[in-house]
C-alpha cells in the first residue's frame, strides 16, 4: 500500500515528537542519577567515624578494648597469613609449572604411577598446616567460653525489638531496665533524614559497666531468636527463646562501645541497638546509687496501686528489718511490748488507726514514730500485719492513704 505525502509528513512529525520525548525523558534521568550521586556523595561527607562503633570504609575488624577481641585479630590476621602463602605456593607452583613446562617448548608429560614420598608430603604438610592453625584457635575458642569468676552477671533478654538488661550478680544486683532506640533516631529514619555519626545505634538507657571487671553476660529472648554483639569486644552471642547462653567481656578502656542485634528478629530489627557505657570503678559506683534509688523511687510511687500479694511480700521484708526486733517475728511481743497477732488495732477495720500509730508513735516514745519509711513501705507492712498469723483480715492499705494521712 501507498502512503501519500500527508501521511509520510505526519509519520515524520510523530517521530521527531517521540525523539524530543525520549531525549527530555533520557535528561531528567541523567539529572536524577547526578542529583543521587551528589546526594549520596554528600551524605558519604557528612558522616565520620564513630568511637566505638563503625567507621567509614571500615574494612578490618573493630579496634579491639577487650583481651579476647584483641586475640581474635592476631588469630584472624595469622589464619589469613596462612591462606596467603598457601595460595602463592599452590599457584605458584602451578603457574611455574604451565610455563616451564609448556607444549611450545617441546615439553613432553612424563608417564609414571605413584611416589611414596610425594604421598608422605602431601599427607604430612597439611597435617602440620592443621595444627598450626588449630592450636591457637582453640585456645581462643576455649578462653571466649571461659565465664567463670565473673565480677558482674547481667542477663541480657532480646525483646522484638528492644533488651533488657538485669543485673543479678555483684555490684548493681537488682538494678533492671530496658534499653529502646531513642525516640530522635526513629523520628530521622521515619523523614528519611539520617544523620550523626551514631546513626540508629542511639538508645535511651545504655548498659553501664565498670572497666577492667569481668562483666558476664547471660543471654535469652523472649519472642524469636536475637544475638547480642559488640564487636569492639569480640562478643556475638545467641539470644534463644526458652534457652540460657552466655558469654563475657573484660573492657580495658573507658568509652562508649556500639553493637546490634545480629539475627534477624523481624521489621525492626534495624532498630535494636546495643550501647555499652564502660566507666571506672567509682563513675560506676555513684552510677549504681543513682540508679538505685531511681528504681526505689519508682517502686515507692505513692499513687501507684498494689495488690495484695505484693503489699504482703514487701511488708514482710520492712517488718523484719525495723519491727521483729520488739514485736518478735511471730508477733507475739514480749514484756511491756504489746502483741501484733490479735490486736484490737491492727484488727480494727479503721486502717487509719494503725497508721497513727506508726506517723506519730505511742506510749511516750515507748513505740517510736516511723516517719522515716515511704508510704509504700507503711502500708506493705501494715498489711502485712493484718494478714499475718493470726489476723487475717483481708485489708489492704494503699501508699495514697498513708499519704493522704501524712497531710
Known amino acids: 500500500m501507498k502512503m501519500t505525502n500527508a501521511g509520510v509528513h505526519q509519520e515524520a512529525v510523530c517521530q521527531l515528537g517521540c525523539m524530543g520525548r525520549m531525549q527530555r525523558l533520557g535528561q531528567q534521568i541523567r539529572l536524577t542519577v547526578a542529583a543521587g550521586s551528589a546526594f549520596v556523595a554528600q551524605a558519604a561527607l557528612a558522616v565520620g567515624d564513630l568511637p566505638g562503633g563503625p567507621a567509614v570504609n571500615q574494612i578490618n575488624l573493630h579496634p579491639p578494648v577487650t583481651r579476647i577481641a584483641a586475640d581474635q585479630m592476631w588469630l584472624h590476621n595469622f589464619m589469613l597469613i596462612i591462606c596467603l602463602a598457601i595460595f602463592v605456593a599452590v ?22 604411577h605413584e611416589s611414596v614420598k610425594v604421598e608422605i608430603a602431601w ?17 581462643v575458642v576455649v ?12 542477663k541480657a533478654t532480646g525483646y522484638q525489638w528492644k533488651w533488657g538488661y538485669d543485673y543479678i550478680k555483684g555490684e548493681g544486683e537488682g538494678i533492671g531496665f530496658l534499653a529502646t532506640l531513642d525516640p530522635a533516631q526513629r523520628e530521622m529514619s521515619d523523614a528519611g533524614k539520617p544523620a550523626g555519626d551514631d546513626y540508629l545505634l542511639k538508645v535511651d538507657n545504655p548498659l553501664v559497666v565498670p572497666v577492667n571487671k569481668k562483666v558476664r553476660i ?3 529472648a523472649n519472642d524469636v531468636i536475637h544475638a547480642w554483639m559488640v564487636p569492639a569486644f569480640g562478643v556475638k552471642q545467641d539470644a534463644i527463646p526458652g534457652f540460657v547462653r552466655d558469654t563475657w567481656f573484660k573492657a580495658e578502656k573507658t568509652g562508649d562501645f556500639y553493637g546490634q542485634c545480629a539475627e534477624l528478629c523481624g521489621k525492626e530489627h534495624a532498630y535494636m541497638p546495643i550501647h555499652v557505657k564502660v566507666v571506672s570503678a567509682a563513675d560506676y559506683s555513684v552510677w549504681v546509687e543513682g540508679k538505685k534509688k531511681e528504681l526505689a523511687a519508682k517502686a ?11 503489699l504482703v511480700a514487701r511488708g514482710e521484708k520492712v517488718y523484719a528489718a525495723n519491727c521483729a526486733v520488739c514485736h518478735k517475728a511471730d508477733g507475739k511481743g514480749a514484756g511491756p511490748i504489746k502483741a501484733l497477732d490479735g490486736s484490737p488495732v491492727v484488727l480494727n477495720e479503721d486502717k487509719l488507726k494503725q497508721v497513727t500509730v506508726l506517723l506519730n ?4 516514745g515507748a513505740m517510736p514514730a516511723w516517719k522515716q519509711l515511704s508510704d509504700t513501705e507503711i502500708a506493705a507492712v501494715i498489711t502485712y500485719t493484718k494478714n499475718s498469723w493470726s489476723n487475717k483480715t483481708g485489708q489492704v492499705l494503699q501508699p495514697a492513704e498513708v499519704l493522704a494521712a501524712r497531710k
Request: glycine share 4%; net charge positive.
Open 300 to 310: 515507692d510511687d505513692p499513687s501507684k496501686v498494689w495488690d495484695q500479694a505484693a
Open 361 to 364: 508513735g505511742q506510749n511516750n
Open 143 to 154: 578462653a571466649m567460653k571461659d565465664t567463670t569468676n565473673a565480677d558482674l552477671t547481667i
Open 91 to 112: 599457584f605458584g607452583v602451578m603457574f611455574y609449572s604451565i610455563f616451564k613446562h609448556r607444549k611450545s617448548k617441546g615439553a613432553v608429560a612424563a608417564n609414571f
Open 218 to 220: 547471660i543471654t535469652t
Open 123 to 139: 599427607t604430612i604438610v597439611p597435617f602440620i598446616i592443621v595444627i598450626l592453625m588449630a592450636l591457637p584457635a582453640t585456645k
